[in-house]
């Protein structure tokens, strides 16, 4: 089944952070997306690694004809 992204609208999906103890880092994932995976050794640097696999995980499913752009 094909994902879709509207691109009028913004289309969010949910993204999880963990905090590591053991690696003192913050581990992120997207339900929505198996395999999306990044961290970061702040908060900040998790929030900003996320959105930027994440925008590439997107592009490589809309490359694949995985995901559809509206």
């Known amino acids: 089944m094909k994902k879709v992204i509207n691109k009028k609208?913004?289309?969010?999906?949910?993204?999880?952070?963990k905090h590591n103890r053991e690696e003192g880092c913050y581990d992120v994932s997207f339900?929505?997306?198996?395999?999306c995976v990044t961290f970061g050794y702040s908060f900040k640097e998790a929030k900003e690694k996320a959105k930027e696999v994440l925008e590439l995980?997107?592009?490589?499913l809309i490359s694949q004809n995985q995901l559809v752009r509206c």
């Open 9 to 17: 609208n913004k289309t969010s999906f949910p993204a999880v952070f």
């Open 57 to 60: 995980w997107i592009e490589e």
């Open 31 to 35: 339900p929505d997306f198996p395999g």
